[in-house]
């Protein structure tokens, strides 16, 4: 049998209309616009409103990947969202999409790799449609995350941003373009280094648990930004050795946006030229498993990202969990 690659056929993202500048933050906790700009690179992030709800949110996005693919939601074989912050512990925020797409064919489920939450369901994807088990799916990164993190802790609070991506993969039909290969890596003994720790099994749902805000994000990221540089390098320079290749032959880098310092200090390790990699964490904050998604969407919808060119992609979060992919766009 012959296996047929994957390709990404269609991107989209959105993000809700109200934005949360630094100076805002200046004004509800003890912070500045220096300290964030200059450690973290962000600027701005989107909020929801009121009433909106995370699988609102991937709906938005996934409507501009479908219109790009030129794919009916009823086409769709799987979805898949990646998320930490679904509208329901259960069922799935996948399932909330596929109702609201009308994607009456498609099963639907979530994953949980935190920032690498995407790029897992894009291996996913990718291992469906080489078995010829799915022709279109579709994955989602989305993330609420405002309702899922401390407003008085100052050191997470003025990080992370509420957005969606998405993309549509389906069987390229130019063997020269498509997934060359994803390499995905876990590391449950760095567990506690980022957590939502209550609202699970081990710290169930009471009063106690949200006294203490337990049911909100909890990150040492001095361990998880040491963490970071140490895998993310080696990660694509995993990719390139599968197939032969260096640094030199990345035309783009798309990556999941944490940390402006982070990604800088992975490029110029692997000697990538900065302007390889599309940045727009300014703009955002880290949106988790979205970011990926919507960078990839706006190199994408740039006009960037040409049919051939060889794209790295490479994502870090709580798990650990973390990888990289090679595609040839
Ligand atoms: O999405 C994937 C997972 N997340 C990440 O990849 C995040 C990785 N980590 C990071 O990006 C960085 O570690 C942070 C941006 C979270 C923090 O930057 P840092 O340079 O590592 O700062 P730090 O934690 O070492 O804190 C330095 C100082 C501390 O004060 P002292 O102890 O030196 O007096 C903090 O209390 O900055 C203080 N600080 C703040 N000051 C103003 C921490 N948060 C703030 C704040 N505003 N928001």
């Known amino acids: 049998m012959t296996?047929?690659?994957?390709?990404?056929?269609?991107?989209?993202?959105?993000?809700?209309?109200?934005?949360?500048?630094?100076?805002?933050?200046?004004?509800?906790?003890?912070?500045?616009?220096?300290?964030?700009?200059?450690?973290?690179?962000?600027?701005?992030?989107?909020?929801?409103?009121?009433?909106?709800?995370?699988?609102?949110?991937?709906?938005?996005?996934?409507?501009?990947?479908?219109?790009?693919?030129?794919?009916?939601?009823?086409?769709?074989?799987?979805?898949?969202?990646?998320?930490?912050?679904?509208?329901?512990?259960?069922?799935?925020?996948?399932?909330?999409?596929?109702?609201?797409?009308?994607?009456?064919?498609?099963?639907?489920?979530?994953?949980?790799?935190?920032?690498?939450?995407?790029?897992?369901?894009?291996?996913?994807?990718?291992?469906?449609?080489?078995?010829?088990?799915?022709?279109?799916?579709?994955?989602?990164?989305?993330?609420?995350?405002?309702?899922?993190?401390?407003?008085?802790?100052?050191?997470?609070?003025?990080?992370?941003?509420?957005?969606?991506?998405a993309f549509v993969v389906g069987p390229s039909n130019d063997p020269a373009r498509g997934l060359m290969s994803a390499h995905l890596h876990s590391d449950g003994a760095a567990a506690n280094m980022l957590t939502i720790p209550g609202g699970g099994s081990k710290y169930p749902q009471s009063e106690d648990v949200i006294a203490k805000q337990m049911h909100k994000v909890a990150m040492n990221g001095r361990e998880v930004y040491k963490f970071a540089l140490r895998v993310l390098p080696d990660a694509i320079l995993e990719a390139l050795a599968a197939h032969g290749l260096k640094p030199g032959a990345i035309d783009h880098l798309v990556t999941h946006q944490a940390n402006v310092r982070i990604i800088e200090s992975v490029v110029d390790r692997l000697g990538v030229p900065r302007e390889k990699c599309w940045l727009n964490i300014e703009r955002y904050g880290n949106t988790s498993s979205a970011s990926l998604p919507i960078s990839l969407d706006e190199a994408n919808r740039e006009g960037r990202l040409k049919p051939g060119d060889l794209v790295a992609m490479m994502a870090i979060g709580g798990g650990m969990a973390w990888g990289s992919a090679l595609m040839r766009w």
């Open 3 to 165: 296996l047929t690659q994957s390709l990404i056929l269609g991107t989209g993202s959105y993000a809700p209309s109200h934005i949360l500048t630094n100076q805002d933050l200046e004004k509800i906790i003890d912070t500045s616009d220096a300290w964030i700009v200059e450690r973290t690179g962000i600027r701005e992030r989107h909020i929801a409103a009121e009433g909106e709800t995370t699988s609102d949110m991937a709906v938005e996005a996934a409507k501009k990947a479908l219109a790009m693919a030129e794919t009916d939601p009823a086409e769709l074989d799987m979805i898949i969202v990646a998320t930490i912050s679904p509208d329901m512990p259960m069922p799935s925020c996948a399932v909330f999409v596929q109702a609201k797409l009308g994607a009456t064919r498609a099963f639907a489920f979530d994953i949980s790799a935190a920032c690498a939450g995407s790029l897992y369901g894009l291996s996913i994807a990718d291992q469906f449609i080489r078995s010829g088990q799915a022709k279109r799916v579709l994955v989602i990164g989305a993330e609420l995350l405002s309702r899922v993190i401390n407003w008085n802790d100052r050191t997470t609070c003025v990080l992370f941003g509420d957005a969606a991506g």
